[in-house]
T-cell receptor, first 114, second 114 residues
Framework: KQEVTQIPAALSVPEGENLVLNCSFT??????LQWFRQDPGKGLTSLLL?????REQTSGRLNASLDKSSGRSTLYIAASQPGDSATYLC?????????????FGKGTKLSVIP | ETGVTQSPTHLIKTRGQQVTLRCSSQ?????VSWYQQALGQGPQFIFQ???????GRGNFPPRFSGLQFPNYSSELNVNALELDDSALYLC?????????????FGNGTRLTVT
């Protein structure tokens, strides 16, 4: 059974700092990994999708890396802004399922202090 | 291009009642998945529909059921509501395949069972 862990559970940083969010998964037989952002009481916004053949994906100030062999992914946020405050979730497809099912971590709640 | 839309946004029900939640998939997407997100947790996969048939199910009892319509919209029905069913219910749409495209979520329906 795939398990996804995100560390830390919460993070508070001053505006302008660079930061790294961590995601680990137990079954390395994944074919992609997706990072999402969730604002309080809202749905999920897809940030980055990394295919297993890729090692990195970048979108603006966001950079996500994937190391399948070690079961890890990181989301790097450069020059953080108060608007980046949200919960960040990573998710991987459930191995062996006939349908496309995602297994999520519990998320990292980020607060960027002005 | 319209995104995933869900209705209603909020709902309050009494234990033992039945509820129906609705989802319109993103234009061009013929696969719909439903997830349950309890407070402080990551989303949990309920089931997925493709071509109007359920083609994958998570660890949820049969009182959770669904439908998909010819226009790819979907319903989630929950019978005999329990207090633990209180959660944010998220709908996601996608194209079938091996996860080459990111999963797109709606803003969810917040269900409160009293």
């Amino acid at each position: 059974k795939q398990e996804v862990t995100q560390i830390p559970a919460a993070l508070s940083v001053p505006e302008g700092e660079n930061l790294v969010l961590n995601c680990s998964f137990t079954d390395s037989a994944i074919y992609n990994l997706q990072w999402f952002r969730q604002d309080p009481g809202k749905g999920l916004t897809s940030l980055l999708l990394i295919q297993s053949s890729q090692r990195e994906q970048t979108s603006g100030r966001l950079n996500a890396s994937l190391d399948k062999s070690s079961g890890r992914s990181t989301l790097y946020i450069a020059a953080s802004q108060p608007g980046d405050s949200a919960t960040y979730l990573c998710a991987v497809p459930y191995s062996g399922a006939g349908s496309y099912q995602l297994t999520f971590g519990k998320g990292t709640k980020l607060s960027v202090i002005p | 291009e319209t995104g995933v839309t869900q209705s209603p946004t909020h709902l309050i029900k009494t234990r033992g009642q039945q509820v129906t939640l609705r989802c319109s998939s993103q234009s061009g997407h013929n696969t719909v998945s439903w997830y349950q997100q309890a407070l402080g947790q990551g989303p949990q996969f309920i089931f997925q529909y493709y071509r109007e048939e359920e083609n994958g199910r998570g660890n949820f009892p049969p009182r959770f059921s669904g439908l998909q319509f010819p226009n790819y919209s979907s319903e989630l029905n929950v019978n005999a509501l329990e207090l633990d069913d209180s959660a944010l219910y998220l709908c996601a749409s996608s194209t079938p395949g091996t996860g080459l495209s990111p999963l797109h979520f709606g803003n969810g329906t917040r269900l409160t069972v009293t």
